[in-house]
């Protein structure tokens, strides 16, 4: 077994086979708690999802998913729901995101439950953890771990969580093999390597499911650059925004071949018609990923993402895989 030490870089470029590991898992020896959970999910109760970080934005296509089905379905940070809106949770189905399942929100909103007759599904890549240990049904992602920042974790978490949403086309492991095959193609493609640049605000920007692939995008960049990024939706940065946009504002937008596609490519022609620099990920688009259906994008766009963090971390001379604050 190899004894190289882990780096984000290979977090990076190791996902296709961490992705391969999880559907292993979820299509194999898990496939019938996967099944089980998402029943539940679609039982007819009220749903809550909840995680902290990156755990909180993996969580952003879940909902809109079963938004769409008509499911009662809102996404809430762990830490305000344990301590301002707990008693949305009562007689609830709580989908609980911890990649440890150990966060200190994560334990406090299992013991503050005991008494709300909710389910509790705890999505968690750690075995051992309390949110696997307490929850009605743990669904283990099982991908390897990462060095700091959750990357391969993510991307694995994200998978089983969009086969949970019960949508058509995210159910069987055949289906994830497109999504499998571009990733694969994007760890190592050619890439632009001063994208974003350090002179200027950076906005990061996607619509539907790609709102959470914005969020963890912008999280990417303060953890692993040390670099300040903001994220919006794009209906929000039109209506505001847009205003302070001149020669040095960059943004990364998010442009899956959806339902979105119009006003995103229309969002950006004005960014940049204003003297703004704009990458768009989508497929044909700046930084382009096979065509692949809307469903599976936000497993396979934020690749691109995390390649333009790292690459900004290397410019910047950041301490890659080391953290100040926590």
């Known amino acids: 077994m190899s004894r190289?030490?882990?780096?984000?870089?290979?977090?990076?470029?190791?996902?296709?086979?961490?992705?391969?590991?999880?559907?292993?898992?979820?299509?194999?020896?898990?496939?019938?708690?996967?099944?089980?959970?998402?029943?539940?999910?679609?039982?007819g109760r009220p749903v809550i999802v909840t995680g902290m970080g990156a755990s909180f934005h993996v969580a952003v296509p879940l909902v809109y998913h079963l938004s769409a089905?008509?499911?009662?379905?809102?996404?809430?940070e762990t830490g305000e729901l344990v301590r301002h809106r707990l008693l949305l949770c009562r007689n609830a189905v709580v989908v609980v995101i911890s990649q440890s399942g150990q966060t200190n929100e994560t334990v406090e909103l299992l013991d503050a439950m005991t008494e709300l007759n909710?389910?509790?599904?705890?999505?968690?890549?750690?075995?051992?953890?309390?949110?696997?240990?307490?929850?009605?049904?743990?669904?283990?992602?099982?991908?390897?771990?990462?060095t700091v920042f959750a990357v391969q974790t993510y991307m694995g978490a994200m998978a089983v969580l969009l086969s949970l949403s019960g949508r058509p086309?995210?159910?069987?492991?055949?289906?994830?093999?497109?999504?499998?095959?571009?990733?694969q193609a994007l760890v190592s493609a050619p890439m632009e390597g001063d994208f974003p640049k350090d002179d200027?605000?950076?906005?990061?920007?996607?619509?539907?499911?790609?709102?959470?692939?914005?969020?963890?995008?912008?999280?990417?960049?303060?953890?692993?650059?040390?670099?300040?990024?903001?994220?919006?939706?794009?209906?929000i940065f039109r209506h505001g925004p847009i205003e302070a946009v001149g020669?040095?504002?960059?943004?990364?937008?998010?442009?899956?071949?959806?339902?979105?596609l119009t006003a995103n490519l229309a969002l950006a022609e004005d960014i940049r018609g204003a003297g703004g620099a704009v990458r768009l990920i989508g497929p044909d688009r700046d930084w382009a990923y096979p065509e692949i259906s809307p469903l599976l994008a936000?497993?396979?766009?934020?690749?691109?993402?995390?390649?333009?963090?790292?690459?900004?971390?290397?410019?910047?001379?950041?301490?890659?895989?080391?953290?100040r604050f926590r």
């Not at 709102?211 to 794009?234: C, D, K, N, Q, Y």
């Open 169 to 183: 086309g995210l159910l069987e492991r055949g289906d994830f093999e497109p999504a499998s095959q571009a990733v």
């Open 69 to 76: 089905m008509g499911v009662n379905a809102n996404l809430i």
């Open 4 to 43: 190289t030490p882990r780096t984000v870089e290979r977090d990076v470029q190791d996902q296709p086979q961490a992705l391969s590991i999880v559907l292993d898992r979820m299509f194999g020896e898990g496939r019938m708690a996967l099944d089980g959970a998402r029943a539940t999910v679609l039982s």
């Open 200 to 235: 200027g605000p950076l906005y990061v920007l996607g619509r539907g499911p790609s709102v959470g692939s914005a969020r963890a995008a912008a999280l990417w960049f303060h953890e692993i650059a040390h670099m300040s990024a903001t994220p919006m939706t794009g209906g």
């Open 118 to 146: 909710a389910i509790t599904i705890g999505v968690t890549n750690e075995e051992p953890g309390a949110l696997a240990r307490r929850a009605h049904l743990p669904l283990i992602v099982g991908s390897p771990r990462d």
């Open 247 to 260: 020669r040095a504002f960059q943004v990364i937008g998010f442009a899956p071949k959806d339902i979105d």
């Open 298 to 323: 936000p497993l396979v766009e934020i690749v691109p993402a995390q390649r333009a963090a790292l690459a900004a971390a290397l410019a910047r001379g950041a301490p890659l895989g080391e953290t």
